[in-house]
């Protein structure tokens, strides 16, 4: 079946420092699924963060970023300056023909001033 | 535009207790599925249907757990006699594309 796994259950960053949340993928499809990133802000429901559904393309939203790479079947999502807005739970998730989500277990991102 | 909405927030059981959780998806959205989150983990796929048919109950367990979505609008999930590995918070989401919307979900505590 379709797995994702996230390596960093728990990252620490201070302000204005970058940020990278590792997220590699398996798929039993022979085609290339749809990618994505979700967010959990303390006290709200889960939403999408950003999609991409072409390999080789990369996603951008509210300053993260994250290319899809067929080659190393990973997803990773970085930002160059974090704020301590950005503090939440991060998944990783793969659409394999709209048949649902496979999401990794997430990564939950405290950054301090 | 209303979000997907669940009822109820919270709910606390003990073993061998009945339960029913309740969402209503966003209007025009012809997916709804039912997602289990237990603690640090990620969501993981129970059900899944278009319109009103069942498309995916693969990893839904069977003897203890039934979704139906009747008319193809909202939707009822119920545990017929918990478990303390039920505990977890269960998501409800709906879509027209790719793009999933997801409920606050319902936090469940089974004792």
């Known amino acids: 079946g379709d797995s994702v796994t996230q390596t960093e259950g728990q990252v620490t960053v201070s302000e204005s420092k970058s940020l990278i949340i590792n997220c590699t993928y398996s798929?039993?499809?022979?085609?290339?699924?749809?990618l994505f990133w979700y967010v959990r802000y303390p006290g709200e429901g889960l939403q999408l963060l950003l999609k991409?559904?072409?390999?080789?393309q990369k996603g951008s939203s509210r300053g993260f970023e994250a290319t899809y790479n067929k080659e190393t079947t990973s997803f990773h999502l970085q930002k160059a300056s974090v704020q301590e807005s950005d503090s939440a739970v991060y998944y990783c998730?793969?659409?394999?023909?709209?048949?649902?989500?496979?999401f990794g277990l997430g990564t939950r991102v405290s950054v301090f001033p | 535009e209303a979000g997907v909405t669940q009822s109820p927030r919270y709910a606390v059981l003990q073993e061998g207790q009945a339960v029913s959780f309740w969402c209503d998806p966003i209007?025009?959205?012809?997916?709804l599925y039912w997602y289990q989150q237990p603690r640090d983990q990620g969501p993981q796929l129970l059900v899944y249907?278009?319109?009103?048919?069942?498309?995916?109950n693969s990893q839904l367990p069977s003897d203890r757990f039934s979704a139906v979505r009747p008319k193809g609008t909202n939707s009822t999930l119920k545990i017929q006699s918990a478990k303390q590995g039920d505990t977890a918070t269960y998501l409800c989401?709906?879509?027209?594309?790719?793009?999933?919307?997801f409920g606050s979900g319902t936090r469940l505590t089974v004792l």
């Open positions: 989401a709906s879509s027209t594309g790719d793009t999933l919307y």
């Open positions: 798929t039993t499809s022979i085609a290339y699924p749809n």
């Open positions: 991409v559904i072409t390999a080789g």
């Open positions: 998730a793969l659409d394999n023909y709209a048949q649902g989500l496979t």
């Open positions: 209007s025009g959205h012809d997916t």
């Open positions: 249907f278009r319109d009103e048919a069942v498309i995916d």
